[in-house]
């Protein structure tokens, strides 16, 4: 009687078969964590250990097993996504990332227990208590992120940046909600409050968190702001393969979207200072200036609303006969117009729509009442006789280029003149008028360089 022979099939490297795809995927698993494989996969990995020498104990069969694994050059991949690319998604799907990550531990080079629990199972631990986090605001949260971005912190679930913080996806969101150790997507809800993606802030997180099986799909961005007013899509910073990034991101991301849960950090306050309400409660302080397109006919978003509540309390109040409320109307763009004389403003400076000065005075208390009273900052702008944004463009001449131009090298901004100043706009007054505005905490549109109502009164008072 004759033996049979079996033949072994290994998975092609290019076959796009469900099959070979899928044991290329399970025999991923059998990588070690330093050849890109996932802490989870322990038990995988000492199963095919298993498997193999049994093969070779009944002929060999181990052998095309081993040979099956993939190099050492390509990394754990997770399962391939099952949910449709939404219509409001942006870009290629290629773009979504592949974030295994490590699980909970201390901060790296700090003392603390190992990481607990694994990756596989989920924290029984309740809430974090609020008077146990470490406070911080919207502006920090979205400094901290940066810093990666601008350091291009490569991705890896072993290996830890200069700060303690592991450089995988949940790592990031440690370091930018600056917490005490390194978390995973299965703890960082016990450190927020879930919130409804339309209350999203800069500053809040999306995650979604694949309890089943954490090695396929899960992930965490920090949401940065809206794109456009259709809050169909965001700027997203996120740690993903091969570093840190940040760009417009489809909402809530390219696969799984709508298992993504917006978190809001529950430490986190107003202000610069690190007092005051925390939680959804935070201040408009907290808050940057959302963009021109968040104001105007057909906007309908949560920064109207706000826009509307500050210019009530800033004497508002009799230009609405309900709300403020989320949709633009009339009664936001006469109310903004008010605020806007009342600080002097003439022409387009006062057109009702409110650009980063206007943002910047009502979420800060300064500036000139609607009324004539005083804020908390007091005097107005035009109490400084601002000449206009026209006056400081490139090609302009005039004494008010040059007036700037010596102020600003009074207060200590004049790095950037290799002589003058003078009366002609150049590369180097806008160079040194954005070093002013960044020092007095704005960023983007706020900090482009040209002077505005704002940064004049600030520059001259």
């Known amino acids: 009687m004759s033996v049979p022979v079996f033949e072994e099939f290994e998975p092609a490297a290019d076959c796009g078969c469900p099959g070979c795809a899928r044991q290329r995927r399970d025999l991923a698993l059998g990588l070690p964590v330093r050849e890109g494989g996932h802490p989870a996969a322990h038990g995988a990995r000492r199963a095919l250990v298993l498997v193999t020498a049994a093969g070779v104990v009944l002929g060999g069969g181990g052998a095309a097993v081993a040979t099956a694994l993939p190099s050492p050059a390509r990394p754990f991949t997770p399962a391939e996504p099952t949910d449709p690319v939404g219509p409001t998604d942006l870009g290629d799907p290629a773009d979504a990332p592949d974030t295994p990550q ?37 502006a920090e949260i979205i400094n901290r992120a940066k810093l990666w971005v601008t350091a291009q912190v490569p991705y890896s679930m072993e290996k830890y940046w200069t700060d303690g913080y592991r450089q995988d996806c949940s790592g990031y969101i440690s370091m930018a909600w600056n917490l005490r150790s390194n978390e995973w997507t299965g703890s960082l809800d016990r450190f927020a409050e879930r919130v409804d993606r339309t209350e999203l802030q800069p500053g809040d997180i999306l995650l979604f968190h694949n309890p089943d099986n954490p090695t396929r799909g899960s992930h965490v961005t920090i949401f940065g702001g809206w794109t456009d007013y259709t809050h169909t899509s965001y700027v997203a910073y996120e740690q993903t393969k091969p570093r840190t990034r940040k760009q417009a991101t489809p909402m809530a991301y390219w696969e799984n979207s709508n298992r993504y849960v917006a978190y809001r950090y529950r430490g986190v306050v107003s202000g610069g200072g690190g007092t005051g309400t925390t939680g ?110 026209g006056s400081f463009r490139p090609g302009q001449s005039n004494a008010y280029v040059e007036k700037l131009g010596k102020q600003l090298v009074k207060r200590g901004f004049g790095k950037h003149y290799l002589s003058g100043p003078g009366p002609r706009w150049t590369e180097a007054d806008r160079r040194n008028v954005e070093a002013f505005q960044r020092a007095q905490g704005w960023r983007g549109a706020a900090a482009d360089g040209y002077p505005g109502p704002e940064t004049w009164r600030r520059l001259f008072r």
Do not use: C
């Not at 790296?108 to 924290?123: E, F, L, V």
């Not at 906007?299 to 109207?304: D, F, L, T």
């Open 102 to 138: 490590g699980g909970r531990g201390p901060l790296h080079g700090a003392p603390g227990p190992g990481p607990d629990p694994s990756p596989t199972s989920t924290p029984t631990s309740s809430q974090i208590s609020t008077a146990s986090l470490r406070q911080t605001t919207r």
């Open 280 to 389: 959804s409660g935070a201040t408009p302080t907290a808050t940057p200036y959302p963009g021109v397109a968040m104001f105007g006919p057909g906007a309908n978003n949560a920064h109207i609303t706000r826009l509307g509540r500050l210019l009530v309390d800033r004497g508002g109040k009799k230009y609405y006969s309900k709300g403020p409320g989320p949709k633009w109307g009339e009664a936001d763009r006469r109310a903004t117009q008010a605020f806007q004389l009342a600080q002097g403003w003439k022409g387009k400076e006062a057109d009702g729509l409110p650009g980063p000065e206007t943002w910047q005075l009502l979420v800060t208390g300064a500036g000139k009442n609607i009324g004539g009273s005083s804020g908390s900052s007091g005097s107005s702008a035009n109490a400084t006789g601002f000449p206009g944004r």
